[in-house]
């Protein structure tokens, strides 16, 4: 297992570096001509110069001779020099990196203040043994399907501008990092909150709780239990998540001018800075190896022996009855009926009340006008009607979403039974920011939905595949796994009755929970011209075209993020409903 993990964290850097080393090549830019404008905007593009600046960087040579000498470099310690500006790299790498792990490190603190809160209700009542509602899933689903960007704006806009409690942008002292800290640990917070949420009630139900309770054991020594026994399968979800606030936080650290190691990245690959790309990517992907085996680490730890003696304490799936692994790994609800109801009965009013509007007739007078008979839920900065864009936005918003969203719970079913595979590669790919994998996509594929979905769903599925390894190498550690293999079940027996009942429904309802951010991260794309173009009526795009008037008309924004808000609780609640149903049967 071991050096399956090492070796696939070794291929998927090469990759990835290699990858980006393409970039050149494969966007169909002149990446001299870019190069040329980045240095001076005012000297003439002529095919002298371009040809110069070819010849300097050894563009005429090839992608291969340029990867093997910059790797050369990099296992000598130089990491090479800007194309832009001819600076050293390593330092900009090194002052970005640190800019983002203490922005990593605020937020983290967020995250985590957040997680305690939204599965403290359900970790009380579970240790009692009171546990029969549906815990703070759909608030934890709400809170994570918040857009940082949008979250980065309001922030700025009510406590900078309005009451001027903070500063609004820079990088110079403490109080800088409370609004950028807030706008990436509230979205993370929530889905975090949300898979402790889900994890705890399977803790719960396991025969021991049983046991500790009857010999005595107060309902604090249990809640440590049941948590030392839930968190193991999501620690590596911590790493990610980490990770992620460090490199992902492109969009907020634009919003609030913060130096990170994402914005470097980003006017790295706008420019074709190549080196400085390259040392940029490299900086997060190491960054991710380092925090997946810190995770795993971690990880094994809490298990202890259960995990290498394949002994670990799990309920048996009950065949063919509906009592299995896979029912009790999530807790139970009530209230999801009605929530699904009324989350249902306004996204259909909504869609189908649009659906009858023009979103593309354009009202000059109704400019950011406010919500009246003729515009019911207001009028963007062109005129256009809100309720008729987020009407005809449902089709392209929901159906792409769900796509990727199925197509990254299959990837993370697959590659999650091979934890070593699945492991490396989910820290490599998910270190990747998105805004990055969006650029390298559409220089293949091109600019539009297409690109920015497999994009998108490139950076999508690491997390979703290490819930489900992690899942994988505890239930193949099971102690009733142990006895099916001693009395000679097969192994395809045990995949298909024991371990895919086991992890395929809170990989689902991960999956779920995913959906609104997934349609978010391809509305970002299209924000930088990488997914949908206007005019079109799509939900994320609507959002962010609305973002820069959102302090004269809040509504603009506010009702597309509201359309994702009551998607993620909608899905949420279906998929408590359908673990009721399950359980039931």
Do not use: K
Not at 95 to 120: F, I, R
Not at 128 to 135: A, M, Q, Y
């Amino acid at each position: 297992m071991t050096g399956g993990v090492l070796f696939s964290r070794g291929v998927a850097v090469v990759a990835v570096v290699a990858v980006v080393g393409l970039l050149p090549w494969l966007s169909g830019r002149d990446a001299a001509l870019s190069l040329l404008r980045a240095r001076s905007a005012e000297q003439e593009p002529t095919p002298e110069a371009l040809e110069a600046i070819r010849h300097e960087l050894g563009l005429d040579g090839g992608p291969l001779p340029l990867l093997g000498e910059w790797l050369g470099g990099v296992l000598r310690g130089d990491f090479g020099r800007s194309w832009a500006d001819g600076s050293a790299v390593l330092p900009s790498v090194l002052s970005g990196l640190g800019v983002s792990l203490t922005l990593m490190a605020a937020a983290l603190a967020v995250t985590l203040a957040l997680t305690c809160a939204l599965c403290a209700p359900t970790l009380v009542r579970g240790a009692r043994g009171t546990l029969r509602g549906g815990g703070t899933g759909a608030v934890a689903a709400m809170l994570g399907a918040l857009p940082e960007f949008l979250i980065a704006t309001v922030l700025l806009v009510t406590l900078s501008v309005w009451l001027g409690l903070l500063p609004p942008y820079g990088w110079q002292e403490p109080r800088h990092l409370v609004l950028p800290a807030l706008a990436l640990g509230i979205p993370a917070g929530g889905v975090l909150g949300r898979l402790v949420d889900d994890t705890l009630p399977a803790a719960f139900a396991e025969p021991w709780v049983g046991l500790w309770r009857s010999a005595g054991c107060g309902p604090g020594v249990i809640a440590r239990a049941a948590l030392r026994r839930a968190l193991p399968a999501l620690v590596p979800q911590l790493g990610l998540v980490a990770v992620g606030l460090a490199g992902g936080a492109v969009a907020v650290e634009t919003v609030f001018a913060v130096p990170g190691i994402g914005r470097t990245a980003l006017g790295a690959a706008e420019a074709q800075d190549l080196p400085l790309l390259q040392a940029a990517v490299l900086a997060l992907v190491l960054l991710g190896v380092l925090a997946g085996i810190l995770a795993s680490a971690a990880r094994h730890r809490m298990l202890g022996p259960g995990l290498r003696d394949a002994a670990l304490s799990l309920p048996a799936p009950a065949i063919g009855g509906g009592q299995g692994n896979g029912s009790r790994r999530g807790g139970g609800g009530r209230g999801g009926g009605p929530v699904a109801g009324v989350c249902g009965v306004v996204l259909a009013v909504a869609v189908g009340w649009g659906s009858l509007l023009d979103p593309l007739t354009v009202d000059v007078a109704a400019r950011l006008a406010g919500p009246s008979w003729d515009h019911p839920l207001g009028a963007d900065a062109l005129g256009r009607d809100v309720l008729a864009r987020v009407g005809h936005g449902a089709a392209a918003t929901l159906g792409v979403s769900a796509l990727v969203c199925a197509g990254s719970y299959v990837i993370a079913l697959a590659v999650g039974l091979l934890p070593g595979l699945a492991s490396g590669a989910a820290e490599v790919a998910n270190a990747v920011p998105p805004v990055i994998a969006g650029i390298l996509v559409a220089a293949v594929l091109g600019p539009g939905t297409p690109g920015a979905s497999v994009a998108v769903a490139l950076v999508s599925w690491p997390a979703l595949a290490a819930h489900a390894a992690a899942l994988v190498s505890e239930v193949r550690a099971a102690a009733h796994l142990t006895a099916q293999r001693a009395i000679g079940s097969s192994p395809a027996w045990i995949l298909t009755r024991h371990v895919l009942p086991a992890i395929a429904g809170p990989v689902a309802r991960h999956a779920v929970l995913r959906l609104p951010g997934i349609a978010l991260a391809m509305a970002s794309l299209g924000f930088l011209g990488l997914g949908a173009q206007p005019p079109a009526p799509e939900w994320g795009l609507t959002l962010a075209e609305s973002l820069p008037y959102v302090e004269r008309a809040p509504w603009a924004a506010l009702v597309p993020a509201g359309m994702l808000l009551l998607l993620a609780a909608l899905a949420v609640s279906l998929s408590t409903a359908g673990r009721r149903t399950r359980g039931a049967a």
